[in-house]
């Protein structure tokens, strides 16, 4: 809609809504820089595996399998079923551990950011969580929990929770507080200022924390399921061990590095380059 | 509904973090603004233009005295200095959070945005819109909450001249829509001239009213209107 003014008064556009250039929007990613993005990585694995392959031939140790071995045991372990069903059985303990642990941490560390008193009045708790080594963590919820589900459940959960905490925490201290007051202005209801105004803002941090407690749960459902627990991928890396076949130790080493790899790749990356897509927008 | 704001005998001060001493920002102030009036509040800087945007926002509360708002907390829009947009979702989204969370049905938010000229850019984020854009999405979202009071503190002091001359224009129209209680913080005399109905010059340390301005002429106004050059020059007079 145009609105003419009297005279000597400027027109001004009031209405109408059709602007010449296009809105910004993120464009497809280019199919050669998708497959050539994981080459770096690749061409170290490759390196890595060449050198391992060197180093087992050049020993002719027992100690220093070569890659053939390997395989022949990773293949084995694959089409008996085992590494399918102990890895879920591995993964199903992460993922409800660091569920456990996202959401405790999530509150406990917003409640950090938003609240001095709630920070200092927890703040020893999360770095104590941070300080203890997780072998301690495992060590106590294997005597306590004994053989249960809750004994690696709760061991991932502490061991994940500390990082993510502290990380939250930073994060909602940094949201801006202009967007604060904006959001009382507008009276924004809580759920909205979560979804709208925190949780974005804080994304970074928690991807950032996410990531290091991941990784602690990771060392820790090994220790506990070597400890304390019959099956897993833990368990089937002390049998391995127990029966001195190193080959057996590195194939189960190697599907577990896999599945971290796809968990970070295909899950972890994913879910963040979704969450800052706007941030690349903008840069453009 | 058209709202009186009232401010009476407040007591503003604040602790310096720097220097850690108490400033006195306003000492028993009192203010009125009529239903429907807009009432433009000009100052320099520290004079305390903000803190009175915030006292009636309710960001802020009086160490004594009452800010009274029409007996209940009024439906507010406010354009801030910086348009304060979420960065990680769309323009319509901006907007349409605001509507929502002030009961307006969200099919409002696209004649709002098509009335700021932004319907094109209803999906994009924010972060792709110039600085002028950027505040148009600012009025859009005060606008679109039908604001019983609207609080504009500096809405256009962060853009180039030309685009907030359109701004300004954008904002008149608008106005002349549905007039509301209005309040506009500046620190540009011929932008207070040209909007307000009423121009009110704050000085000295506690902040008192040095200066008060009635604009009688009728809307819509020109930017060139040698009536309101002189008001400014009036405004400019009482500043110095």
């Excluded at chain 1, 993120?26 to 694995?45: E, N, W, Y």
């Excluded at chain 1, 304390?228 to 599907?255: C, I, K, M, P, R």
């Excluded at chain 2, 853009?159 to 701004?167: K, N, P, S, V, Y």
């Excluded at chain 2, 909007?195 to 009635?214: F, I, K, M, T």
Aim: net charge positive.
């Amino acid at each position: 809609m145009t609105v003419t003014h009297p005279a000597g008064v400027e027109e001004v556009v009031l209405g109408g809504g059709r602007s010449p250039a296009p809105p910004g929007r993120p464009p497809a990613t280019g199919v050669v820089a998708r497959l050539t993005r994981p080459l770096p990585a690749l061409l170290l694995v490759g390196l890595l595996a060449a050198g391992w392959q060197l180093m087992a031939h050049t020993s002719g140790s027992a100690l220093i399998p070569g890659l053939g071995a390997v395989a022949r045991n990773l293949a084995d372990i694959t089409t008996s079923g085992a590494l399918a069903e102990n890895v879920r059985v591995t993964l199903t303990r992460v993922v409800l551990g660091f569920a456990a642990a996202f959401v405790v941490s999530v509150a406990a560390g917003i409640a950090m950011g938003r609240s001095e008193w709630l920070r200092r009045f927890l703040e020893p708790a999360v770095l104590i969580g941070l300080a203890t080594p997780g072998l301690v963590k495992a060590l106590l919820c294997v005597i306590w929990f004994g053989v249960s589900l809750l004994n690696p459940v709760l061991t991932v959960a502490l061991a994940a929770a500390p990082a993510l905490t502290i990380n939250v925490a930073q994060g909602v201290r940094s949201v801006d507080p202009a967007l604060s007051e904006m959001a009382h202005v507008y009276r924004f209801d809580a759920l909205t200022r979560l979804r709208y105004v925190w949780l974005p803002a804080i994304v970074p941090d928690l991807f950032t924390g996410a990531r290091l407690g991941i990784a602690m749960a990771w060392k820790v459902i090994v220790l506990v399921e070597i400890f304390g627990l019959a099956d897993g991928v833990g368990y089937q890396l002390n049998l391995e061990f127990s029966q001195h076949n190193v080959a057996g130790v590195l194939a189960w080493t190697v599907a577990f590095a896999l599945v971290m790899a796809a968990i970070e790749y295909g899950l972890l990356q994913t879910l963040e380059r979704r969450a800052v897509r706007w941030r690349r927008v903008a840069l453009r | 509904m058209s709202v009186r704001i009232s401010l009476d005998g407040v007591d503003k001060a604040f602790t310096s973090r720097r220097t850690g001493e108490r400033q006195q920002i306003f000492r028993d102030f009192s203010l009125t603004l009529a239903p429907d009036e807009l009432v433009a509040v000009v100052g320099g800087s520290g004079t305390g233009k903000t803190t009175l945007m915030h006292l009636i926002a309710g960001l802020e509360r009086p160490d004594a005295g009452t800010v009274s708002t029409g007996g209940g907390r009024p439906r507010l829009g406010m354009v801030f200095q910086q348009p304060r947009l979420l960065d990680w979702t769309s323009v319509e989204t901006n907007v349409r959070l605001a509507a929502t969370a002030a009961g307006v049905d969200p099919a409002e938010v696209a004649p709002i945005l098509d009335a700021v000229g932004l319907t094109d850019y209803a999906r994009s984020y924010p972060s792709v819109l110039s600085g002028g854009q950027r505040q148009r999405v600012a009025v859009a979202r005060a606008f679109v909450v039908r604001p019983e009071v609207l609080l504009l503190d500096e809405p256009f002091s962060a853009l180039d001249e030309l685009t907030a001359r359109r701004l300004r224009l954008l904002l008149q129209q608008l106005w002349l829509r549905t007039p509301r209680t209005g309040l506009l913080v500046t620190h540009n005399a011929l932008e207070a001239a040209f909007l307000a109905d009423r121009v009110v010059v704050l000085g000295g340390r506690p902040a008192e009213v040095v200066g008060e301005y009635r604009i009688d002429r009728p809307r819509p106004r020109s930017p060139e209107d040698p009536d309101l050059f002189d008001v400014h020059r009036r405004i400019v007079a009482a500043l110095t």
